[in-house]
């Protein structure tokens, strides 16, 4: 218990020590105490006045050294001040300097020994006989308070002294001791802190050195921190502050320090002090006190570092703002549009509509003040406070007044960026409709600022979307009215606009409005599209960079918006009345085509434009009652009810015909009425059709020209169109003819493909001749020639095929002018070469020319020729499809008829050999080399072998065959020939399915018997063509009669036979008096001969094939009823049949075989159907002859039908019946 006690009796001591109530205790007594400085008596004599000055000043400085460093003994310091002290009145001033110096050193060295002295020597510097020593007496004054800090002995004199010394000393140095002062000792300064206040304010303005500055406001603000401001000061202390602010070095230290006043119990009075002095007209042209009044009451209200304790809000604040601009200077008022603009930034979606008319008409002024002051910074800055309020409109959180915001931007809209002015048009975009008052007068307005008074590009299209927007919503009702007051005085000087973009979106603008407008305005409005159409299609600043960079032609595309419109005008007013607005838009369109040419444009865009109407020409189309139509999207042809295809001069022939008369338009028509008249419009199509011949002889863009020459032949189509008119065919013919035969022409376009040359354009230009020659009788006959010699000149290009065809059309259209050509046109289809490409061309006009006998009448061997050498190397196999070779083989056979018998003995020779060059020494190069090589070598062999293989035959079919041949003597090798061909491909059929029936596979087998078909057709094309030239190279072919009615008669239910003799098949049908024995009544014999007869079993049967009439290669055979024609197959494989091989024939019976059956030959024989009727009884009931009449009657009916038979020989180049 002893410790705690001890513990609170030492705490109890310590804390009166503190109070000052116990004894002192002396924590230097043990401490050494240095020795105590003596001031003797010589030193006193010396610092006495009988010494003299300097020697008094001397011993001052020694004594002075010593004070600083050793403690005097004490009384000391009384004794050398009284030593001393008349020197301080002496009129040398170095000796007050020394006695000053004398008080500063003993004040430091033996200050804390003082006491009393401390307020003698306040009192003998205040009261300082002398008003100078400034310096001096300061630094003593500040050695004796520590720097203001201790006042012990001086607390009652200090305020007078302080009052004095701001009169006599006021500098930085005493300044910042006042701070201390005021921070230390503010109480002692109670009284005089209004006259500090005062006069540091007064020092603030007045001083331009920062340093008075900085030191005044720190002592402002120790008055605020450490003291009370008086609120007498404040208006002065506000002024101080506000006009300090507008110092940079010290904006930062005013503002802290004014938060610091407005945080107290004076905020609200120094916001009021601040908007008094805004609105006092004292203060009016002092720029910077209302700027830092201004910066001061915004940042304290709605800065970044606001005082929420005041509560005065921006409405009470704003009209002082407003008044501080009554005399326009641009400081104040760039300090009023920061202010606005933190406030609008930080608060606008807060603001009511009474600050926003605050703020409005502030804003109002400060436009007031831009046009007057012409400062570039506030404009920014005016400008960006608008931007910042419309920023809030088209956020929707702008709740002031609209119109009267935008009523200010439209007074600046000059100078305001081009979102503004687009925002304010959209704006008053929104107020332009019916229901406003004077809306038309409105929309005038708000064109003639902000698109003919205004320069900036997107402004203007923006006023014309308003204005398309107003028309396309009104223009029911008001379409008249607007395109009178707005459009036309407007839009009416558009093309001489010198910005392309806005004459381009008015162009666009005026045709959207005219195509649907059916008034009376519609002239005037095409009136503005003709100016712009006929604008000039090279800008001469660009002439020379016009074919390098495409962005140089965009100044052009109001031009071809214009035209491309005009299109789309046509075709609308095509279907509306009044039809003359379609003939206004046509005419238009051709004349500016026209001008191209006249003009020649050769920029992108101006063929851009050429490619679009040429395209629009050229599909238009017409009816039977000469409407014009053209299709729609959808590619439908849809035709006008109130425009025809025309002249004007067939409209009155037509009126005069008809009398007075009106054509009604069709029904459902919008139009239609009973008691209006509809006059119809013409548009002729020569105009159009004249532009198309300027553009085949001028035009220099490839595109262009193609898309003429290809369009053309499908518009050359409807001749209505064309004769409707008078349209110049011999000019068109000529200038395509020209085209063809133009060497320079391609070296003239350009836009053309790599590669490109003369070729192409005749490429394009013979499909277009190939449909003129369907207007042959609108063609002069030179014209005509001209037209075939340029065909003609083709044929040596790559067009040729196309010509081909051309010329099969002129030898049917134009047979007159062809004849005198066609020798010169065959003899150079013989330089064409054989290709695949020209195969089908030149064997149509083959075939087609063979129908047409005038025209190659007067031919003579030579053009034979040429027919046969150009046909022959199409019936190469290995080269042609199966389609050509055949029309080869058919071109052949018939000119081979066609051509004069005299002729034809001498074609033999050179068409074999053409046909086994061509045809069948091809075969010899494949896989099977001996095979085709004894194809080829048949054609060689001699006919007498093949005759004396063919003896052993039957009598009747050899002697036939061999009666064949010996009246044909002169080619009878050649017939050999044939024969011979269709043995070797027999064989070959034979070999070839020994062959193919060796393979193991089935891929294999089937390639093998497709090759073997292929082979076997075109083997037998070329044999068929040789047969036709043996039958017909003496004689012409004649008509195969039919059968008679006694052949039908006796040949009726006969037998007959098929045999393959060489590459002839031979049918013999026996008579059998069927139609006798009824005749006579003697059905019971033929119904006993059938019943006795058994009737044979198909397993008894021989293998039989079905035979077509032309076809040579057998079959496997099969049996199809009674009525088909059935042969044995020859195991020769076509040679002629030996007689060992006789008895191996079966001939199968087709008694109903009935096509087969005219002129009947002695030489065949029926006995067998003579043993039939002799070996069968005569049985009948139902007759009216008795058994003994029918009996002698059967015992004739064999003489009266044996000896009849037909022989039917067919062949691949035709039958014969004997």
């Known amino acids: ?16 020590s503190l109070l000052g109530i116990g004894p002192r205790i002396n924590t230097k007594q043990a401490e050494c105490k240095p020795a105590e400085l003596i001031i003797t008596g010589e030193i006193l004599k010396d610092l006495n006045v009988e010494c003299g000055l300097y020697n008094r000043i001397k011993t001052i400085g020694h004594v002075c050294d010593l004070a600083r460093t050793r403690k005097f003994e004490e009384h000391a310091v009384e004794a050398v001040w009284q030593a001393v002290d008349d020197l301080i009145s002496d009129d040398h001033s170095e000796a007050r300097h020394a006695v000053l110096q004398l008080m500063k050193a003993i004040i430091q060295g033996q200050g804390e020994r003082l006491g009393p002295i401390r307020a003698h020597f306040f009192h003998v510097i205040k009261d300082y006989p002398v008003n100078c020593d400034l310096l001096e007496r300061l630094e003593v004054f500040k050695a004796l308070t520590e720097n203001g800090k201790d006042i012990t002995y001086l607390e009652e004199d200090l305020s ?13 140095e005493f300044l910042e ?5 005021v921070k230390f000792n503010s109480c002692y300064l109670d009284l005089i802190v209004a006259q500090i206040v005062h006069k540091i304010c007064v020092l603030c303005n007045l001083t331009t050195v920062p340093t008075d500055i900085e030191v005044s406001l720190q002592v402002l603000d120790a008055v605020v921190c450490y003291n009370s401001l008086p609120s007498e000061s404040l208006p002065g202390f506000i002024i101080t502050l506000c006009r300090t602010v507008n110092v940079k070095e010290f904006c930062e230290s005013c503002w802290k320090l004014m938060r610091k006043v407005l945080g107290t119990h004076l905020g609200h009075s120094a916001i009021y002090t601040m908007c008094r002095i805004m609105e006092d007209k004292v203060h009016t042209d002092d720029a910077a006190l209302l700027r830092g009044a201004v910066f001061f009451v915004g940042m304290a209200l709605w800065g970044a570092h606001r005082l929420f304790t005041l509560k005065s809000t921006p409405t009470s604040v704003l009209p002082s703002f407003y008044k501080a601009m009554t005399s326009a200077n641009a400081v104040v008022s760039y300090e009023i549009v920061l202010s606005i603009t933190r406030l609008i930034k930080k608060y606008g979606k807060e603001l009511q509509v009474v600050t926003w008319e605050q703020l409005l008409d502030i804003i109002e002024r400060l436009l007031q003040q831009i046009q007057t002051l012409g400062s570039q910074e506030l404009t920014i800055i005016v400008h960006e406070l608008l931007t910042t309020i419309e920023e809030l409109y088209e956020q929707n959180d702008y709740h002031g007044p609209q119109e009267r915001l935008f009523t200010l931007i439209e007074k600046c809209s000059d100078k305001r960026p081009e979102i503004s002015v687009l925002t304010l048009v959209s704006y008053r975009a929104q107020s332009i409709h019916p229901a406003k008052h004077c809306w038309i007068q409105n929309l005038q307005k708000l064109m003639e600022k902000f698109f003919r008074n205004e320069n900036r590009s997107t402004i203007r299209k923006k006023t014309l979307d308003v204005l398309s927007f107003v028309l396309s919503i009104n223009r029911q009702l008001y379409e008249e009215e607007l395109i009178e007051a707005i459009v036309i005085p407007q839009l009416g000087h558009i093309a001489d606009d010198k910005d392309h973009m806005v004459r381009r979106l008015a162009s666009q603008l005026l045709v959207d409005l005219a195509e649907d407008c059916n008034t009376p305005q519609f002239n005037n409005l095409l009136d503005i599209i003709e100016k712009v159409v006929n ?35 046509l075709q609308t007013k095509l279907y509306s009345l009044p039809a003359s607005h379609a003939s206004r838009a046509y005419e238009l369109l051709i004349s500016h085509i026209q001008s ?33 139509g053209v299709p729609n999207k959808e590619r439908i042809v849809r035709f006008s009810p109130y425009c025809l295809c025309g002249s004007s001069e067939s409209e009155k022939r037509s009126a005069e015909k008809k009398g007075q008369g009106t054509v009604s338009p069709p029904a459902g028509s919008p139009a239609a009425a009973p008691s209006t008249t509809i006059r119809m419009g013409y548009l002729p199509f020569s105009l159009a059709f004249a532009a198309l011949l300027q553009c085949l002889e001028h035009e220099t863009d490839w595109k262009v020209l193609k898309l003429v020459l290809d369009k ?32 320079q022409l391609a070296e003239r376009l350009r836009n053309t493909p790599d590669g490109f040359s003369r070729t192409d354009v005749q490429l394009a230009v013979v499909p277009v001749l190939t449909v003129i020659t369907s207007y042959h009788i609108y063609l002069d006959q030179p014209r005509q020639r001209e037209f075939v010699h340029c065909l003609d000149t083709g044929l040596i290009y790559r067009c040729a095929k196309q010509c081909v065809v051309t010329l099969t059309m002129c030898i049917i259209e134009m047979p007159d002018i062809m004849v005198k050509l066609l020798p010169g046109i065959i003899l150079k289809l013989t330089h064409i070469s054989a290709t695949l490409t020209m195969a089908i061309p030149m064997l149509e006009f083959l075939s087609t020319l063979v129908r047409l006998p005038p025209l190659y009448a007067n031919f003579v061997a030579e053009q034979y020729v040429s027919v046969f050498a150009i046909s022959l190397p199409y019936t190469n196999p290995f080269k042609f499809n199966q389609y050509i070779v055949s029309l080869a083989h058919h071109v052949i056979a018939m000119w081979f008829i066609r051509c004069r018998l005299v002729f034809r003995k001498d074609f033999v020779r050179y068409i074999t050999k053409g046909l086994r060059s061509n045809a069948l020494l091809p075969f010899e190069d494949t896989h099977e080399p001996s095979s085709f090589r004894a194809r080829s070598t048949s054609l060689n062999e001699r006919p007498l072998k093949s005759l004396r293989a063919t003896k052993p035959l039957k009598p009747g079919l050899n002697s036939s065959q061999i009666k064949d041949m010996k009246d044909l003597s002169a080619v009878e090798a050649f017939r050999s020939r044939s024969i011979s061909v269709s043995e070797h491909a027999a064989r070959s059929r034979m070999q070839t399915s020994v062959t193919s029936s060796s393979l193991g596979s089935a891929d294999e087998n089937t390639m093998a018997e497709a090759e073997d078909s292929l082979k076997t057709v075109h083997l037998e094309l070329t044999e068929t063509c040789l047969d036709m030239m043996a039958r017909y190279v003496f004689s012409n072919f004649s008509a195969l009669p039919k059968r008679s009615p006694v052949a039908e008669f006796l040949l009726d239910a006969g037998r007959s036979n098929t045999w393959l003799v060489g590459n002839k098949l031979v049918t013999v049908t026996t008579s059998s008096g069927v139609g006798t024995r009824a005749l006579l009544g003697l059905d019971s014999l033929d119904q006993k001969m059938t019943d006795e007869v058994p009737s044979p079993d198909s397993s008894q049967q021989v293998k039989t094939t079905q035979e077509a009439p032309a076809k040579l290669e057998s ?23 030996h007689s060992d091989l006789v008895q191996s024939l079966s001939p199968l019976v087709s008694p109903s075989d009935s096509e087969f059956c005219p002129p009947v030959t002695p030489n065949s024989k029926g006995l067998e159907n003579r043993k039939s009727l002799r070996q069968d009884p005569p049985h009948s009931s139902g007759l009216f002859l008795s058994q003994k009449e029918k009996a002698n009657l059967a015992e004739y009916a064999p003489v009266l039908t044996q000896g009849w038979a037909e022989v039917y020989i067919r062949r691949p180049s035709g039958t014969i019946i004997r």
Not at 177 to 181: A, D, F, G, P, S
Not at 728 to 736: E, F, G
Not at 1116 to 1131: E, M
């Open 535 to 569: 604008r000039p299609l090279i800008d001469p600043p660009v002439v020379e960079a016009v074919e390098s960079d495409f962005l140089y032609e965009s100044p052009l595309e109001d031009v071809k918006t214009a035209v491309l419109g005009l299109l789309e005008i």
């Open 596 to 628: 191209h040419y006249q003009q020649m444009y050769t920029s992108s865009i101006a063929s851009s434009i050429r490619l679009k109407v040429f395209n629009f020409f050229l599909h238009l189309r017409v009816d039977s009652l000469f409407r014009i």
């Open 1115 to 1137: 079959q496997t055979s099969q049996q199809i009823g009674k009525t088909a024609r059935l042969r044995v197959r020859s195991i020769s494989g076509g040679h002629a049949l």
């Open 712 to 743: 053309l032949p499908e518009l050359l189509k409807y001749k209505g169109l064309i004769l409707t008119s008078p349209c110049s065919i011999d000019q068109l013919c000529t200038a395509l003819c020209t085209m063809v035969t133009d060497r």
């Open 177 to 181: 001791v006042l701070v201390n002062l």
């Open 1 to 16: 218990m002893s410790k705690p006690t001890s513990k609170d009796s030492s705490f109890r001591e310590r804390f009166k």
């Open 160 to 172: 007078s002294f302080v009052l004095k010394w701001l009169d006599i000393g006021l500098s930085a």
